[in-house]
């Protein structure tokens, strides 16, 4: 099997890590690179900050946090100064997604039983809802490059209706947080707008996690509906329906390359190790009913070849690949495999080349409790920072992080 061609752009840089929150700040070295920290002091009940999104300029972050009680969006600047509160209202607004050319922030807001996408300007006006669908679910709205779509997955068209549903108890199916619930999403795309709701898939079975091809045309995404999940793309028309993926295990969180020749993704199928294939007692994690958790982070051609595993060294769960806006890294969240009850570990942030090169950690699990440091983890478009959540400090904060090359 030939190795894939490199990107464009130098390898052998050395990298300087500033990281910045809001409030008191904490300075320290991580594997070569420095962290500076601040974090704002909130009560032991506070849920924090979460989902943090870039704007089009790279200097500001959107992100919800119940500073108030209630859930709603804010924007900083990339600094953490200049904290600003843009819903303010009774309630829920989550997950919000800056378009790309910086004039809208989408999010979700649930109300009264009810989820629903919103919109709001930067400066807080304009708030509308983009769908007016009674649903249990929806995901965090995803922009296509060129700013012109929107894509979402939602639970809206189930029958019977949502609403009538109960929600049963979360599970555990082998892939990292899918919580359960009836019915399972699908998968759909619309104008940026909120016009032209089309629904892409029609399994009734969990589609979830799409990431947009750099030209906008397709989307990649992970399904259970052959019963465990897999990658497929569709065109965003709907049309076209192609599985890249075919294992009993899990392949999840699949984030398509800037310049579109290539899809990371997470997986927990068999790997080798010194030669040989990992054996099955070494996959599976016995504290929750025996499921494989051993994710690495892998990538493969658009059309499904060419599969590599680009984490296997790490030994670590990993999930949530992030590219760098210029192609040359993959930033994921990892936790070792096999924690013992004398071990206390937390999520890392990590970085590495593409061709799996230069594997650094960005916080060598420095947080109160095992969710640690955690995704979505995404890069300002000019490459200069990532964004991702920590509760370093207690209370779940977003850290920017600035990449410094030393020359």
Do not use: C
Not at 42 to 51: E, F, I, N, T, V
Not at 154 to 165: C, E, G, I, T, V
Not at 213 to 225: K, N, T
Request: aromatic content about 10%; cysteine-free.
């Amino acid at each position: 099997m030939q190795k894939p061609q490199k990107l464009k752009g130098r390898r052998d840089r050395g990298l300087i890590v500033v990281g910045v929150i809001v409030g008191i700040i904490a300075i320290t070295t991580v594997g070569g690179w420095i962290v500076a920290g601040v974090a704002l002091n909130r009560g032991p009940d506070a849920l924090g900050d979460s989902a943090p999104s870039w704007s089009a300029d790279s200097a500001r972050v959107s992100f919800s946090s119940d500073e108030t009680g209630n859930m709603d969006i804010y924007v900083m600047n990339a600094d953490g100064s200049g904290r600003v509160n843009l819903t303010n209202r009774e309630a829920k607004d989550m997950e919000p997604s800056w378009s790309p050319d910086g004039e809208w922030i989408a999010f979700l807001s649930r109300t009264q039983g009810r989820t629903d996408i919103h919109r709001v300007k930067p400066d807080g006006t304009g708030l509308s809802s983009l769908t007016v669908y009674p649903a249990q679910m929806y995901s965090r709205p995803i922009w296509s490059p060129d700013g012109t779509k929107i894509a979402f997955t939602s639970n809206r068209d189930a029958d019977p209706p949502p609403q009538l549903q109960p929600t049963p108890e979360p599970f555990f199916d082998g892939a990292p947080e899918f919580p359960g619930a009836a019915p399972r999403p699908e998968l759909y795309v619309m104008n940026a707008d909120g016009s032209d709701q089309t629904r892409l898939t029609f399994n009734f079975y969990f589609d979830g996690n799409p990431t947009w091809s750099p030209d906008s045309q397709r989307l990649a995404f992970q399904s259970r509906e052959d019963g465990d999940h897999e990658i497929y793309v569709i065109n965003a028309d709907g049309s076209n329906l192609t599985r890249l993926t075919d294992n009993q295990d899990a392949d999840v969180f699949p984030a398509w390359s800037p310049d579109g020749r290539y899809i990371a993704f997470s997986s927990n199928r068999p790997k080798s190790e010194f030669g040989g294939e990992l054996s099955e007692a070494a996959r599976r994690d016995f504290a929750t009913a025996g499921n494989t958790v051993d994710f690495e982070i892998y990538i493969m051609d658009p059309d499904g070849g060419g599969v590599f595993n680009r984490s296997q060294r790490t030994s670590l769960q990993d999930s949530r690949p992030s590219w760098s806006p210029d192609g040359e890294w993959i930033a994921f969240e990892g936790r070792p495999n096999f924690p013992t009850q004398d071990t206390v570990v937390g999520a890392d942030i990590y970085v590495m080349q593409f061709e799996g090169e230069d594997l650094r950690n960005l916080t060598n699990a420095q947080a109160r409790n095992l969710d640690g440091n955690q995704g979505p983890i995404v890069w300002s478009p000019d490459g200069s920072h990532i964004a991702y959540v920590t509760e370093r400090y207690g209370t779940p904060q977003v850290q920017t992080v600035r990449l410094f090359d030393p020359s």
